[in-house]
């Protein structure tokens, strides 16, 4: 009896320029109940991973990759990982992958039609691009990456829908069309979508993006980075005092949030059990309690800021006078 050939595994890409919502969205595939197993890439712009810790707790395998932008200098680990998962494929029903918000996903999905084996074993069946709804206007023109973004996108989640009125939401998708079309929008809050509607659904269309892009299937990849946005990273393992922090984030936020175009932490206060998260995009500042700290887990505070021609001396500075102070024993 002749053995039944295995499906290729769908992937998927999750793709939005800085803040969009990406990690809530794939916080809400992990967890809500649509029967499907993932293996989880995630990539991220510096030094310091932050996207992983802010995953749910989950039995999913998750792979992280911090040493550069998935679609420049780490498309062979991206190769070498999908080519380990494919090892043990009987593990999960599908492959996400969580790009960073600086990444062109041209050469993301190039790696699964140029690659043989890849090819071979995988199937790319969406491109799903975040966008927040608030701060595309105001960013596209001078983020080539964002409309790199949107042009491969066949799903677009238009987030963040309750922070404009209806004339802006409305001047966002007129932007959005101008670019593609072809995709499917959907508006959300907090990416709170139909989760089973976006997962295997062989969405990804070669065809209309060899329309957009010709030289699509080429390996030349030529994407460069704005030279003016930068990241950097706070470490600090001693705790912080929580009002003294607050405050200076606060302050942080309001004197550089125009330049800010993400920042995202976990944080380990004085005299507190619980990891506190807090992320911004621009003048919008979150913060809340996420999980106790586990038994055997360092509780290292850790700030990561993306923005152009930030003064990291200056918010380096404030981060590391927000430290509690100890009292001497007597």
Not at 234 to 246: A, G, I, N, S, T
Request: charged share 30%.
């Amino acid at each position: 009896m002749s053995q039944q050939p295995i499906a290729p595994t769908p992937v998927t890409v999750l793709t939005g320029y800085l803040g969009a919502g990406k990690i809530t969205l794939l916080n809400r595939i992990l967890t809500e109940p649509h029967g499907k197993k993932f293996a989880v890439i995630v990539n991220e712009f510096g030094e310091v991973g932050i996207d992983n810790d802010l995953i749910v707790e989950s039995d999913e395998d998750v792979f992280e990759m911090n040493n550069g932008c998935i679609c420049c200098t780490v498309r062979g680990d991206l190769i070498r990982i999908i080519e380990g998962l494919m090892r043990r494929r009987d593990r999960f029903d599908g492959i996400l992958i969580e790009t960073t918000g600086l990444a062109d996903p041209a050469p993301v999905a190039q790696t699964f039609f140029v690659d043989e084996d890849v090819r071979a074993k995988t199937r790319l069946d969406s491109i799903i691009t975040v966008v927040d709804a608030k701060h595309l206007l105001g960013e596209i023109d001078q983020a080539h990456e964002a409309q790199e973004q949107l042009a491969f996108a066949d799903t677009i989640i238009l987030n963040k829908t309750d922070l404009v009125n209806d004339a802006e939401l409305a001047a966002v998708e007129d932007r959005i069309r101008r670019i593609n079309p072809a995709a499917s929008i959907i508006r959300s809050e907090r990416c709170n979508v139909e989760i089973a509607s976006l997962l295997d659904r062989q969405a990804f269309d070669l065809d209309r993006i060899l329309e957009v892009e010709p030289d699509f299937l080429d390996e030349e990849h030529d994407h460069e980075h704005d030279d003016h946005v930068t990241s950097f990273s706070l470490v600090e393992r001693q705790p912080m005092d929580p009002k003294r922090f607050l405050n200076w984030l606060q302050d942080t936020v309001q004197a550089f949030g125009l330049d800010m175009l993400r920042m995202k932490g976990i944080i380990s206060f004085d005299g507190d059990d619980d990891r506190f998260v807090v992320q911004a995009v621009h003048m919008l500042l979150e913060g809340d309690h996420q999980r106790p700290w586990k038994q055997n887990e360092e509780r290292i505070t850790r700030l990561v800021f993306i923005g152009r021609n930030l003064p990291r001396d200056i918010i380096s500075d404030g981060f590391q006078k927000c430290r509690a102070v100890r009292q001497a024993a007597e």
